[in-house]
């Protein structure tokens, strides 16, 4: 398998880098995660004996951990076998609130947990967090009890008990490794970390201190459907997991990866978008690679891509008029059509609004203020006095150089929107340059709001609107929050909305917040894009989830097909 951007290693309380994500999921373990075949996305349980016992109007959830789970065998428990235990996740969950971590997770369990975010504070002020403090809504009765007390009901919640940011750690490994911890995970799941290349090779193995599993998801199979019949008839009762070796590699050229599926180094593979004008048909395979036994899966993302304006940035930043003005023109230069034709190949669709179809709080009714007019835009800066020089460029209204950077990769990908921005920013007269470093360092600076603007997607952790909604909430700067926004007024409306459960009315303030980021242009957004997954006939049980990634715990392989 490849993937598309660099790995920022493995340490999930560290980073937010899907590719971490990816591989990750295949090591660490959290109490509860989701039906592989269920759709829409069901969670069950995982770690966990079965789902919780709910109490207190929502507000007390009891998990009971599986007995006679153990962490892969490492040098940090010295020979020992190591049972996983609630504790284990009482202290993950701790992870999330340690600044010294600074993990882009925090807001996901910030000011919910009885009494955890006073022990982060108290770390904030002394300088260590203390691990061994005893915090009322992380309760351990006895050695496979975890009981978690929340300060007020979260319909969330059990979403995000299932995030891989909540995987099992243990104490052990984080105290030995330290700040290595990302190239040396440890974890109780079915593959371990044979061979790591930070950033360009990874290369896992079946893990042989793992429980195992019986494949079992007949009942959750569509009624009718006849891939998930196939599915089920290649893969029902076999014990799992049944690939021993999954080898990963970051090929971020689109020409590079598809030359590689060609070749047969990759046996799934998302189809590159400059390759599906030939390999599609419409909406299935042409004949040619029909004919070669291979299997298409076309799955719409629960995600939004879109380029982001760094609110605190002496140029682009700042809520005055002029700067909402400057904003505002900048959004709609970006031709957008452009992007899903030219360089998506068709194989996207717009995003009206900032949580995608798929995910609770869609409003498929939804439209956006943003579009493309280079001659309004004109217009607007014209107004807030960005006058154009003799060179042509327009400057800032008090005359100094008005320059535009717009962060960017080394690929081909990256090119090409560096060109379709500067294309639409040279018809209103506005300069840019575009910096280039490498997709895990850009995310790094991202978090610590150093960028003036860059390009991002966020793909849904969990399938509500919060999840998308809490990346320009003003507590998470920093921490998911890459914009930097501050706003009153939208941090009242999220407040409102997750105090609510899942329904109309949480939709709705949802859809005011939407236009609150218009209004004051925090983002440029862009699509939606459908993956067009390639699957070599010797593969089977492969379903995209749309919140699983480590598919290949489901797989299995037909070596006589693939001698073939």
Same mark, same amino acid.
């Given at each position: 398998?490849?993937?598309?951007?660099?790995?920022?290693?493995?340490?999930?309380?560290?980073?937010?880098?899907?590719?971490?994500?990816?591989?990750?999921?295949?090591?660490?373990?959290?109490?509860?995660?989701?039906?592989?075949?269920?759709?829409?996305?069901?969670?069950?349980?995982?770690?966990?004996?079965?789902?919780?016992?709910?109490?207190?109007?929502?507000?007390?959830?009891?998990?009971?951990?599986?007995?006679?789970?153990?962490?892969?065998?490492?040098?940090?428990?010295?020979?020992?076998?190591?049972?996983?235990?609630?504790?284990?996740?009482?202290?993950?969950?701790?992870?999330?609130?340690?600044?010294?971590?600074?993990?882009?997770?925090?807001?996901?369990?910030?000011?919910?947990?009885?009494?955890?975010?006073?022990?982060?504070?108290?770390?904030?002020?002394?300088?260590?967090?203390?691990?061994?403090?005893?915090?009322?809504?992380?309760?351990?009765?006895?050695?496979?009890?975890?009981?978690?007390?929340?300060?007020?009901?979260?319909?969330?919640?059990?979403?995000?008990?299932?995030?891989?940011?909540?995987?099992?750690?243990?104490?052990?490994?984080?105290?030995?490794?330290?700040?290595?911890?990302?190239?040396?995970?440890?974890?109780?799941?079915?593959?371990?970390?044979?061979?790591?290349?930070?950033?360009?090779?990874?290369?896992?193995?079946?893990?042989?201190?793992?429980?195992?599993?019986?494949?079992?998801?007949?009942?959750?199979?569509?009624?009718?459907?006849?891939?998930?019949?196939?599915?089920?008839?290649?893969?029902?009762?076999?014990?799992?997991?049944?690939?021993?070796?999954?080898?990963?590699?970051?090929?971020?050229?689109?020409?590079?990866?598809?030359?590689?599926?060609?070749?047969?180094?990759?046996?799934?593979?998302?189809?590159?978008?400059?390759?599906?004008?030939?390999?599609?048909?419409?909406?299935?395979?042409?004949?040619?690679?029909?004919?070669?036994?291979?299997?298409?899966?076309?799955?719409?993302?629960?995600?939004?891509?879109?380029?982001?304006?760094?609110?605190?940035?002496?140029?682009?930043?700042?809520?005055?008029?002029?700067?909402?003005?400057?904003?505002?023109?900048?959004?709609?230069?970006?031709?957008?059509?452009?992007?899903?034709?030219?360089?998506?190949?068709?194989?996207?669709?717009?995003?009206?609004?900032?949580?995608?179809?798929?995910?609770?709080?869609?409003?498929?009714?939804?439209? !956006?203020?943003?579009?493309?007019?280079? $001659? %309004?835009?004109?217009?607007? @800066? /014209?107004?807030? *006095?960005? &006058?154009?020089?003799?060179?042509?460029?327009?400057?800032?209204?008090?005359?100094?150089?008005?320059?535009?950077?717009?962060?960017?990769?080394?690929? !081909?990908?990256?090119?090409?929107?560096? $060109? %379709?921005?500067?294309?639409? @920013? /040279?018809?209103? *007269?506005? &300069?840019?340059?575009?910096?280039?470093?490498?997709?895990?360092?850009?995310?790094?600076?991202?978090?610590?709001?150093?960028?003036?603007?860059?390009?991002?997607?966020?793909?849904?952790?969990?399938?509500?609107?919060?999840?998308?909604?809490?990346?320009?909430?003003?507590?998470?700067?920093?921490?998911?929050?890459?914009?930097?926004?501050?706003?009153?007024?939208?941090?009242?409306?999220?407040?409102?909305?997750?105090?609510?459960?899942?329904?109309?009315?949480?939709?709705?303030?949802?859809?005011?917040?939407?236009?609150?980021?218009?209004?004051?242009?925090?983002?440029?957004?862009?699509?939606?894009?459908?993956?067009?997954?390639?699957?070599?006939?010797?593969?089977?049980?492969?379903?995209?989830?749309?919140?699983?990634?480590?598919?290949?715990?489901?797989?299995?392989?037909?070596?006589?097909?693939?001698?073939?």
């Amino acid at each position: 398998m490849t993937m598309e951007a660099p790995d920022d290693g493995f340490d999930m309380v560290r980073t937010a880098n899907y590719y971490s994500g990816w591989v990750a999921e295949g090591i660490f373990e959290t109490l509860l995660t989701y039906d592989y075949l269920a759709r829409p996305a069901r969670l069950t349980p995982l770690t966990a004996e079965a789902m919780p016992e709910v109490g207190d109007g929502g507000k007390t959830y009891t998990f009971h951990v599986r007995k006679g789970i153990y962490f892969s065998a490492d040098p940090v428990f010295k020979g020992q076998r190591r049972e996983l235990t609630a504790a284990d996740y009482a202290y993950t969950f701790k992870r999330l609130l340690d600044p010294a971590n600074r993990s882009p997770s925090t807001s996901f369990l910030e000011g919910k947990i009885a009494g955890l975010d006073a022990l982060a504070a108290k770390a904030k002020k002394g300088g260590k967090f203390d691990y061994d403090a005893p915090v009322a809504g992380l309760q351990t009765p006895d050695r496979y009890t975890l009981k978690v007390l929340l300060n007020a009901p979260d319909y969330n919640f059990l979403y995000i008990v299932a995030h891989g940011a909540l995987g099992a750690v243990a104490r052990e490994a984080v105290e030995g490794y330290g700040q290595q911890l990302g190239a040396h995970p440890v974890g109780t799941g079915p593959y371990v970390l044979k061979q790591y290349v930070s950033r360009s090779k990874v290369i896992l193995e079946a893990n042989p201190d793992y429980r195992g599993y019986v494949w079992d998801f007949k009942d959750s199979a569509e009624p009718g459907n006849a891939d998930d019949a196939q599915l089920v008839k290649d893969m029902q009762g076999k014990q799992m997991p049944r690939v021993g070796r999954v080898e990963m590699s970051m090929i971020d050229e689109e020409q590079s990866r598809w030359l590689a599926f060609q070749s047969g180094q990759v046996d799934i593979d998302k189809l590159p978008a400059i390759a599906a004008p030939k390999v599609l048909a419409g909406e299935r395979l042409a004949p040619e690679y029909a004919a070669m036994g291979l299997r298409l899966l076309r799955t719409p993302e629960p995600e939004v891509t879109y380029t982001y304006f760094n609110m605190r940035d002496t140029l682009v930043g700042g809520m005055s008029l002029e700067k909402i003005a400057l904003r505002r023109a900048i959004a709609m230069a970006y031709n957008l059509r452009e992007e899903i034709v030219q360089i998506r190949r068709n194989q996207a669709t717009a995003a009206p609004m900032m949580v995608p179809p798929g995910v609770a709080g869609h409003d498929p009714a939804y439209r !956006s203020s943003m579009a493309y007019d280079p $001659e %309004l835009a004109n217009k607007l @800066l /014209d107004r807030f *006095g960005y &006058k154009r020089g003799a060179h042509g460029w327009r400057t800032l209204p008090d005359g100094k150089p008005l320059v535009l950077r717009i962060q960017s990769e080394s690929s !081909s990908a990256s090119q090409q929107f560096a $060109e %379709l921005w500067k294309r639409g @920013l /040279d018809k209103i *007269g506005v &300069k840019v340059e575009f910096p280039v470093s490498n997709f895990a360092d850009n995310l790094r600076a991202a978090t610590e709001c150093k960028l003036m603007m860059w390009g991002g997607a966020w793909h849904a952790d969990y399938p509500e609107g919060e999840n998308f909604m809490q990346l320009l909430y003003g507590p998470n700067t920093g921490q998911g929050n890459t914009s930097c926004y501050q706003s009153a007024d939208y941090d009242r409306l999220y407040r409102q909305a997750v105090a609510l459960p899942p329904g109309p009315e949480r939709a709705a303030l949802y859809a005011q917040m939407n236009l609150r980021m218009e209004a004051d242009t925090v983002w440029r957004l862009h699509v939606t894009r459908v993956r067009n997954w390639l699957i070599r006939p010797w593969v089977q049980g492969f379903k995209k989830h749309p919140f699983l990634h480590a598919d290949w715990k489901y797989l299995d392989i037909d070596v006589s097909k693939q001698k073939q």
